[in-house]
């Protein structure tokens, strides 16, 4: 599946089965947690995206994109 690089916005490959980002653009391969990450903590309009990987937040604070690392 075709995605856009996050480090140089040419097309990425992104595996069938989710298990890497490749761009032959800018030799970016990461694996797609890893550019979920990349793509929260660069582009603040998808910051919220990190919530989708943790667990109940109820009571707690949002904090900051540092304290996900």
């Known amino acids: 599946m075709k995605i856009k690089c996050p480090k140089c916005k040419e097309n990425a490959e992104l595996a069938p089965d989710f298990s890497f980002v490749k761009c ?39 904090g900051s994109l540092d304290e996900w690392d």
Not at 25 to 50: P, R
């Open 24 to 62: 032959g653009s800018c030799d970016l391969d990461m694996s797609y947690g890893e550019y979920i990450k990349f793509v929260a903590h660069n582009q603040a309009m998808y910051s919220d995206i990190l919530g989708d990987y943790a667990g109940s937040t109820e009571g707690q604070t949002a």
